[in-house]
């Protein structure tokens, strides 16, 4: 299974940008848990495709000429000091939003998890496709792009500002990445951890404005070359908003086959789907290449969708027998003096669906043989049932996963993915 993890890893960052930020924020969610350095990480990685996408293209023009790219006569080193606090500008922004959360300590899992949040992010990016495909041109309006390129005035000053505005313009294309951070540091309310956090992906967003700084030249001209980049995105729109709507739609979310035949068959739709022109053709050609473009489109999305869903369909494991709730699964204990595993989980939480797997695992499923095993379902945050027994258990993140003697006493406690070698360890331990 890590193998095709890494596969999709592999596929979803090759494609493209928006899609990628799906994949990265659950990968980023798993790492939050995990403890690892690696979350700040793959934060700077997240911020750096987030300076991709169509939501900040706008802000490039107006950028270039805060930097100098139009003209004027600054210089490279002035330059890059501007890009500094321009970037500063968007660290402020988001520092100030992750130290705002950590204060506050909402839970945001639940929101990501809710089809009244899902449908409409994914709405979103079926509306960047069709602008990518040339439906409408998604641009600022140009009195707001000449009021934004003065605000705050010239010089350093308007920099900063300009850095405030822009990372708000690119908040619609920050939803995965920045779901995953918002959430881990509501769970952790720590304020030094969540600024840290969110001005690191700050930095990642920078790194295109510190290059445009460092070069300070003119865009590439349009032509046949941007139709295909164009294409490109689009389709990674579409799957990206097939993602989203995995989770909230049962379908989608069913839709995928562990086998490899099942890739090699989504592989060749998309092989089909460029030969027919799903990339290179244009809507705005003749119908008959409009036909082959929509065809070729359609089928390099299903293909690609469906390498995604392989990559995260798992082998058929024998079925566990679950517990639901604590109270039932402690009556048990104490009736067969048998150790309890609790696992707190939630529908929306990715790591707590990766857990499942190491669950299946064949040592850990046979050593957990001798355990009553139980889970404590957290979709809900408001439930005061639920509320209660995180407290109790300091489940302060998910997944986790309690391990309890017979006599009901906590032998172990993972706030955490554990890997299957440590789980089986401490399963044997308790007696």
């Known amino acids: 299974m890590r193998a095709k993890q890494l596969l999709a890893v592999t596929l979803t960052l090759v494609a493209a940008p928006a899609l990628a930020h799906a994949d990265i924020g659950d990968r980023l969610t798993a790492a939050l848990h995990a403890g690892s350095l690696l979350a700040y990480l793959l934060a700077f990685v997240g911020g750096v495709l987030t300076s991709l996408t169509p939501c900040v293209y706008p802000l490039i023009p107006i950028t270039l000429s805060i930097f100098g790219a139009r003209g004027e006569n600054v ?158 995105f689009g389709v990674v729109m579409i799957v990206a908003a097939l993602y989203f709507l995995r989770n909230v739609w049962k379908p989608l979310y069913r839709y995928g086959d562990w086998r490899q035949q099942f ?69 048990a204990s104490q009736a067969q003096h048998k150790p309890v595993l609790l696992d707190f989980s939630a529908d929306w939480c990715i790591p707590c669906k990766e857990m499942e797997h190491v669950f299946s695992v064949e040592g850990v499923q046979r050593e957990l043989s001798r355990y009553v095993i139980a889970k404590v379902d957290c979709t809900d945050d408001d439930d005061a049932s639920v509320k209660a027994l995180k407290v109790k258990y300091h489940a302060d993140t998910l997944p986790t996963v309690v391990l309890l003697s017979p006599s009901g006493e906590v032998a172990q406690r993972w706030n955490r993915i554990v890997a299957p070698a440590e789980l089986l360890a401490k399963l044997k331990e308790v007696r």
């Open 75 to 232: 210089s490279r080193a002035r330059a890059i000091t501007l890009a500094c606090v321009y970037v500063g500008g968007i660290g402020v922004m988001y520092t100030s939003l992750g130290v705002g959360v950590a204060l506050t300590g909402r839970a945001f899992g639940t929101f990501m998890g809710s089809p009244w949040v899902i449908v409409p992010i994914a709405a979103l990016f079926l509306v960047m496709a069709a602008s990518m495909f040339g439906a409408f041109e998604l641009n600022l309006p140009m009195g707001l792009q000449t009021r934004l390129s003065q605000l705050g005035g010239a010089g350093f000053g308007g920099a900063f500002v300009m850095g405030l505005v822009g990372g708000i313009i690119a908040a619609p294309c920050t939803g995965p990445v920045l779901a995953s951070l918002l959430a881990f540091v509501a769970t952790t309310k720590s304020v030094a951890f969540g600024g840290s956090l969110l001005f690191t992906y700050a930095l990642g967003m920078g790194v295109l404005f510190f290059f445009l700084a460092a070069s300070a030249a003119s865009l590439p001209k349009s032509g046949a070359w941007m139709e295909t980049v164009k294409s490109v």
């Open 263 to 331: 890739a090699l068959w989504n592989g060749g739709a998309i092989l089909v789907g460029v030969a027919l022109g799903g990339i290179h053709l244009s809507f705005h050609d003749a119908w008959l290449a409009r036909v082959r473009k929509g065809v070729g489109v359609a089928a390099i999305c299903a293909g690609s969708f469906g390498m995604i869903a392989w990559s995260l369909t798992a082998e058929p494991l024998k079925a566990l027998e679950w517990i639901k709730g604590e109270q039932p699964a402690l009556a």
